[in-house]
């Protein structure tokens, strides 16, 4: 499955997850769990203002394993931010394609980056100043195997899940997460429907089935996992003209080999 464009990065893609913890990370912190009926929340900017460029910056997390970049809270070290997004070409119709993308690392000075790390190893050679980003192809079928129709609003959720599951975050000693996206839906979502689509059996409250049952499903266990790790998520409606880099790479994802089964994709020394 394509997934990164910086062609840096090492990717799994496997339900191995004894081997994924081992992988991923070495260091494992011990937060205190969080609630998880209170966490996914909308992200409150200090001001009206504020933008992502204005409230977060490239900085290297001290806890991390591999002197990767994020986009760190410049008044908070342990908070970080990605922006995601999701595209589809001919929206739902039986020929339809999506893309999905999400930016995880920004561009840097290669000077900003160690010559070399504690184990010996030359991170300046893994280009880590270079922009991290992952695209792929929206899959035909969903995690529970079953055909799924292919929609804009589905390849953002899509790519809001990928961007959860891609690393192991509190490994780097973050303690929340900003997700960035233009979607509404996602925002909406994630921050407010879905407990209460569960709770009324996957209806909305006109009665009708809720779309995209089983990627909701999967965000409540993306929910329930950071909770346990002690990771609160919060998720900020841009707008569309501040998600450009997230939204070219969504649109270029629609146009790759088509994906027929539903992959996980771990990012590794990344």
């Not at 893994?126 to 969903?142: Q, S």
């Not at 609160?232 to 939204?247: G, H, M, Y």
């Amino acid at each position: 499955m394509p997934c990164t464009v910086c062609g840096v990065c090492s990717l799994l893609i496997s339900s191995q997850n004894a081997y994924l913890n081992r992988a991923l990370n070495v260091f494992t912190p011990e937060l205190p769990r969080l609630d998880a009926a209170s966490n996914f929340t909308r992200f409150p900017p200090p001001s009206a203002e504020d933008t992502p460029e204005t409230l977060f910056a490239a900085r290297i997390p001290r806890d991390a394993t591999i002197p990767a970049p994020r986009l760190t809270r410049i008044s908070n070290p342990r908070e970080f931010l990605i922006y995601t997004d999701g595209s589809c070409m001919r929206n739902g119709a039986d020929d339809a394609a999506g893309g999905c993308a999400f930016v995880f690392r920004p561009e840097t000075s290669i000077s900003t980056i160690p010559p070399r790390t504690s184990s010996g190893h030359d991170p300046r050679a893994m280009n880590l100043h270079t922009r991290g980003v992952c695209r792929f192809r929206l899959e035909a079928h969903g995690p529970n195997g079953e055909a799924a129709e292919r929609t804009s609003n589905r390849a953002e959720l899509r790519a809001t899940i990928a961007a959860l599951q891609f690393r192991f975050w509190t490994g780097e000693g973050f303690q929340r997460l900003i997700i960035a996206t233009d979607s509404s839906y996602v925002v909406g979502g994630c921050t407010e429907w879905v407990r209460k689509w569960q709770q009324n059996g996957w209806n909305t409250a006109a009665g009708k089935p809720v779309r995209n049952r089983d990627l909701w499903e999967e965000i409540i266990k993306e929910m329930d996992s950071w909770s346990e790790r002690g990771m609160e998520v919060q998720f900020w409606l841009i707008p569309r003209s501040l998600n450009s880099v997230a939204d070219s790479l969504a649109k270029e994802a629609a146009g790759l080999p088509a994906q027929e089964n539903w992959n996980r994709i771990y990012g590794v020394a990344c």
